[in-house]
């Protein structure tokens, strides 16, 4: 699976603490890698994904064929 972010994303992201924007980074490559990871959370909700970057945040997503871009 592909990833991409939207524009609006990295608005959100360059607003986070300098500490979440590291873990989501960290986070990202987990993904990347073990998507199946215990601690992302990731879920599909609805028409929707969801990956966790902490315990206060998370990332939503909505699949587009075979990617999901991140928004």
Same mark, same amino acid.
């Given at each position: 699976?592909?990833? +991409?972010?939207?524009?609006?994303?990295?608005?959100? #992201?360059? /607003?986070?603490?300098?500490?979440?924007?590291?873990?989501?980074?960290?986070?990202?490559?987990?993904?990347? +890698?073990?998507?199946?990871?215990?601690?992302?959370? #990731?879920? /599909?909700?609805?028409?929707?994904?969801?990956?966790?970057?902490?315990?206060?945040?998370?990332?939503?997503?909505?699949?587009?064929?075979?990617?999901?871009?991140?928004?």
């Amino acid at each position: 699976m592909n990833h +991409h972010a939207s524009s609006a994303f990295w608005d959100c #992201y360059r /607003k986070l603490p300098d500490s979440i924007q590291h873990l989501a980074d960290k986070n990202y490559e987990l993904l990347k +890698h073990d998507p199946e990871h215990p601690s992302l959370h #990731y879920k /599909k909700v609805g028409a929707y994904r969801s990956v966790r970057v902490g315990i206060a945040y998370h990332a939503p997503g909505v699949e587009d064929g075979k990617s999901i871009v991140w928004f």
